[in-house]
């Protein structure tokens, strides 16, 4: 979603994008011309008349899970973003009895929190996990 | 889902839907606007409701309007950007 109108976006997607995507941009492109919704997520920046670089996991039940803001000349970090799906939806599934510790990836040990975990993170998770 | 809309000159614009509208309109006395939009301003929370907003899109060929609620049901990425052709 940017400030551009949807006439731009068709032509960014035409002309370039589709170039770097093949068949173009899968999901829908969202025009918000008077920054509406940006200031609504509190990422439109009212000097500069864009918005930021805002990114918003929200789950299934429409709950805000977790996002990022970024100035403009920084990029965002796709795998990142994905690593925090796939750690929302293992938690989903648990029903919240696992949860994802620092450096968590699919396939590495979540922790159930509990009684018998309190002063016990340590037989769990190592420091060299959060940076494996 | 999303639904195709007419092409124009005008230009069609996105904004809030339900409740958080309601609370935009102003109410007497400026003090109560500024409560107001303090309140918009921390309606983004991680573990609270995500505002739903309609916005037209551009969407695999087509002219349509999107609204977020559409959407709940799946798992959503909203993603802000500051324009298109820019490089980052």
């Known amino acids: 979603m940017s400030v551009d109108s949807v006439f731009v976006h068709k032509m960014w ?23 509406r919704v940006g200031s609504l997520y509190d990422v439109y920046d009212i000097d500069a008349g864009v918005e930021t670089r805002g990114r ?9 899970q977790g996002y990022e803001v970024l100035t403009p000349p920084v990029g965002r970090n796709v ?24 450096g968590w990836k699919p396939g590495k040990p979540t922790l159930k929190p509990g009684p018998d975990l309190v002063g016990r993170v340590w037989e769990h998770w190592k420091t060299s996990m959060a940076f494996d | 889902m999303p639904e195709e809309m007419k092409v ?26 500024q409560e107001t939009r303090r309140e918009e301003r921390t309606m983004v929370k ?19 309007t999107v609204k977020l609620s559409e959407y ?7 993603c802000f950007y500051p324009g298109d052709f820019t490089f980052v």
Request: with cysteine.
């Open chain 1, 13 to 35: 997607n035409d002309v370039e994008l589709s170039k770097m995507v093949s068949g173009g941009i899968p999901f829908a492109m969202l025009s918000d011309a008077a920054g």
């Open chain 2, 72 to 78: 709940f049901g799946k798992w959503i990425v909203l």
């Open chain 2, 8 to 33: 124009g000159c005008a230009r069609p614009m996105g904004g809030p839907v339900g409740e958080q509208q309601a609370e935009e309109q102003p109410e007497a006395g400026g003090e109560t606007g």
């Open chain 2, 46 to 64: 991680v573990g609270r409701k995500a505002p739903d907003f309609v916005a037209p899109a551009y969407h695999k060929g087509k002219f349509v």
């Open chain 1, 79 to 102: 795998m990142e973003s994905l690593r925090q799906i796939q750690a929302f939806q293992l938690v989903r599934q648990s029903k919240g009895t696992e949860a994802t510790p620092s």
């Open chain 1, 56 to 64: 918003f996991i929200i789950d299934p039940d429409g709950i805000i």
